[in-house]
């Protein structure tokens, strides 16, 4: 299934769920929020989130600085 | 009394740029600041000069040399508590500010003790972990959160941008890791805040809701 990441589209097993794919996309996952769709997904239920073809994910990873 | 013509001589000054309902609205909103460092001080300053005349900010932090680069703080404060020391500046443009200030460090455990009655919440703190897990634990609060993002940078740079995930904004370039040896300096990270205090303005004067 092809998925857009950050306005990227990108293509994943069907039937991955947001866990899945975000292992997949980030380099640290300890930290990242993750949108679906307009929606932020908490990273407990990362596991039970079903991605289908066509979604919208937007994942932000947090760097150092202030 | 001082304090009272302090007060009156910003309103004064406000008042030829804004329209009393304008800064009504401006003196209405009450806005949370998690680190009282490059972000946070000057965030809180800017606001403060834009009339927003109600904080909370927390930081555990004493004031170091380091810090001189790019925080609201002078040479003879190195060694004070950065949240009293801050208070006192800002007080110094409105004498009249409603602030509530901690030296504590922020924690997911003892966070629920703050912000409550905040519109607004500003993750300015320093270190990645700690930005995450504030603005993880207070995302659900649906209140609106700004995120300093990215803001380091000398001989590499970055353009900076607004992301909105939800409620919450992330306001920087995403990348530059000051862990991996970009420095903090006062252009970006002053950058940073200023467009991390733009949010805030632009909610509170067009009307727009963020609870």
């Known amino acids: 299934m092809q998925i857009k990441i950050n306005g990227q589209t990108k ?6 769920n947001l866990e899945a794919i975000i ?4 380099q640290n996952c300890q930290r990242v929020i993750a949108e679906v769709n307009g929606a932020i997904i908490k990273s407990q239920q990362w596991g039970q989130q079903p991605i289908r073809q066509g979604d919208q994910i937007e994942l932000v990873s947090f760097v150092g600085g202030g | 009394m001082a304090a ?3 007060v009156s001589k910003l309103q004064e000054g406000l008042l030829r740029y804004l329209s009393k309902d304008q800064l009504k609205s401006i003196q209405s909103k009450k806005i949370g600041i998690g680190g009282a460092g490059g972000l946070g001080s000057n965030c809180a300053m800017i606001l403060v000069r834009t009339g927003f005349e109600h904080f909370e900010i927390l930081d555990q932090d004493v ?5 001189l680069n790019r925080q609201q703080y002078f040479p003879e404060e190195i060694g004070l508590a950065k949240v009293h020391t801050l208070k006192k500046r800002l007080q110094q443009i409105n004498p009249e500010l409603d602030m509530t200030i901690h ?5 997911p455990q003892t966070g629920e003790r703050y912000f409550k009655d905040c519109n607004f919440i500003v993750e300015a703190f320093d270190q990645a972990d700690w930005k995450f897990k504030f603005v993880d634990h207070y995302q659900p609060s649906g209140k609106l959160i700004i995120s300093g993002n990215g803001m380091a940078g000398l001989l590499e740079k970055k353009p900076m941008t607004i992301r909105k995930l939800g409620n919450v904004y992330f306001v920087g370039d995403g990348s530059t890791d000051s862990a991996s040896g970009h420095p903090p300096m006062a252009p970006r990270v002053t950058q940073c805040a200023a467009m991390m205090a733009e949010i805030i303005l ?4 067009k009307g727009l809701s963020p609870l």
């Open chain 1, 11 to 16: 293509t994943f097993a069907d039937g991955s």
């Open chain 1, 23 to 26: 292992k997949q996309s980030c």
């Open chain 2, 4 to 6: 009272k013509k302090s």
């Open chain 2, 63 to 67: 004031i170091d040399a380091s810090n």
């Open chain 2, 103 to 107: 030296q504590v460090q922020w924690t």
């Open chain 2, 202 to 205: 632009d909610f509170t004067c």
